[in-house]
Nanobody
Framework: QVQLVESGGGLVQAGASLRLSCVAS????????MGWFRQAPGKEREFVEA????????YYVDSVKDRFTISRDNAKNTVYLQMNSLRPEDTAVYYC?????????????????WGQGTQVTVSS
């Protein structure tokens, strides 16, 4: 069993930066690929970025390319999402997730554990 707790969300203006953190407990996070997803009101949960257990492989959605960066510190059982140049369309609840062996890390079904989410609101 893995518990995930996100933090770092907030209300910012367009162009600002935020860093989200996700702390895993229960089992070593290095055994899991980790992903960030987001869900805006009235929309489906969508993939943002994912990182392999070793940190050597990263996936991202095109809309966040060159703005968001995922990273992990396995010694701290923590994964981060650095978000720069935020836009109003980035407003959503951001969820951290852990995959114990899923092969399609852009898909929600590949993840075994989810956090409760942290709200990110970007004003124009």
């Amino acid at each position: 069993q893995v518990q995930l707790v996100e933090s770092g969300g907030g209300l910012v203006q367009a162009g600002a930066s935020l860093r989200l953190s996700c702390v895993a407990s229960g089992r070593s996070s290095s055994n899991y690929a980790m992903g960030w997803f987001r869900q805006a009101p009235g929309k489906e949960r969508e993939f943002v970025e994912a990182i392999s257990g070793s940190g050597g492989v990263i996936y991202y959605v095109d809309s966040v390319k060159d703005r968001f960066t995922i990273s992990r510190d396995n010694a701290k059982n923590t994964v981060y999402l650095q978000m720069n140049s935020l836009r109003p369309e980035d407003t959503a609840v951001y969820y951290c997730a852990a995959s114990g062996g899923g092969t399609r890390l852009t898909m929600t079904g590949s993840y075994d554990y989810w956090g409760q989410g942290t709200q990110v609101t970007v004003s124009s």
